[in-house]
């Protein structure tokens, strides 16, 4: 699948998971700027993909494309981006081409020429062959992403799997580092990674009886769709950084009516897009726990700017820049940023709430949550009933969520605006109460 068409995939899983099959096919392709006729092909796909995540099943037990991205509670929830994955990004020639690179240098070294020799016996009919150079391409790329290593000595080299930890560990402590990893790969973020190496980890320990009765020992629901799916774009963006190289995009932002668009290739059929084309300078890469949202701070022509990252598509990196006016440029961010209590670059202004403790309970349950999740704030008055809480934030709108997450625990008292502020949304969620 060409990486113009990942994009698509993201954005189709995004929406499939928030609107949980609620669009008809007109809505959701209007929705994704694409036709009917590639609405329909896409779904094709994904359904391809769910059924293969299931060989072992009657066709008339396998799991409709809906249902896969359901997850029951007493499932171990495979994240979206593990499913889009599985429908490999890569064309069908490539998958089975690295698929039987892999299987032959799982247990012995060999050279290009034998890889070679081997994936011409064994490639499909219906596939072209490959020659030395796709060859040696594909084993260049297959050892810089860590999968396989190239064995020390004289020419031809030789190569093979680089499974050497694994190999070297029991079967007690395998599954010991396969529970650490499904525990952090659920639980932490970036995760992605995680996924991935326990799915390897899974596969080694299948194969041996230890394994098949002790894995899933952790049940997960999966919540944050966005965070999970905007992650195939985070190592890119984190790459730009670190080059100090310039990015280019088309954006969607949260108000658009789509979140995606084709890229034309033919200039016959080529058509107006509702996105915005950026380029601009990635300085810094913001995670929002509390929306499960991903953002990117960048430098552009209008000074600093903020892109939440599901509405980025066919992201590409662009020149690189002086090293001294990048560092200026972090440097003039991190000012900015100083009191944000996320991404605000607004004017500071100083929070004061009253914070009821609960009655008859210990521990503080209340106390203990906003010392860890105050950030920089302090407790500046306390007494047996309640405590007093102060912040410097840049603006009032991104702390707002969690003071009203305290309920009637927390009654803000400066400043006076914010004061009216969570008034007037508590009466209105009052009002939504009144009897019938």
Known sequence: MAKESFDKEIQFLRMLALTSGAFSRQQFAERLGISVHT??????????????MQPHLPQEQ??????????SYYDSADPLLLFLFRAKSVKESESQRISLLLASMNGQALTAME??????NSMPAHLSLPDEKTIRS????????????????????????????????SDEELLDLYDFVDVMANTQVPSVQGYLLRDGLKKQLSGNALGQNALEPFLYKYHYYSRILD??????????????????????????????ASKNTNPLFARDSEGQTEKTLPLKIVYDHQYGRWY????????????????????????????????????????????SW?????????VRARFYNPEGLEPNFIKERVRSQGQWGQITFEDEHSFIYEITVNGTTEIR????????????????????????????????????
């Open 115 to 120: 890889l070679l020799d081997m994936c011409c």
């Open 39 to 52: 609405f329909d092909k896409t779904i094709r796909r994904l359904k391809d993909v769910a059924g293969s």
């Open 231 to 260: 992650e195939a774009h985070l190592f890119t963006l984190l790459h730009a950084i670190r080059h100090r190289r310039k990015v280019r995009f088309l954006y969607f932002s949260p108000k658009s009516e789509k979140s995606y």
């Open 296 to 339: 990117l701070l960048s430098h552009g022509r209008e000074g600093i700017r903020k892109y939440r990252m599901e509405g980025m598509t066919q992201i590409e990196e662009d020149e690189a820049v002086d090293e001294v006016w990048h560092e200026e440029k972090r440097n003039q961010l991190a000012e900015k940023l100083q009191y």
């Open 342 to 350: 996320l991404i605000d670059t607004g004017r500071p202004v100083t």
């Open 138 to 169: 594909d084993l260049k790329y297959l050892e810089e992403v860590g999968v396989i290593k190239r064995e020390a000595g004289p020419r031809p080299y030789r190569y093979r799997i680089q499974d050497d930890m694994v190999r070297s560990l």
């Open 401 to 436: 969520p969690w003071l009203r997450s305290f309920g009637s625990s927390c009654e803000v008292l400066e400043p006076a605006s914010l004061r009216r502020e969570m008034i007037a949304e508590w009466k209105e969620i009052q009002s939504c109460y009144e009897s019938v």
């Open 62 to 71: 396998v799991k409709e494309l809906a249902d896969a991205v359901r997850f």
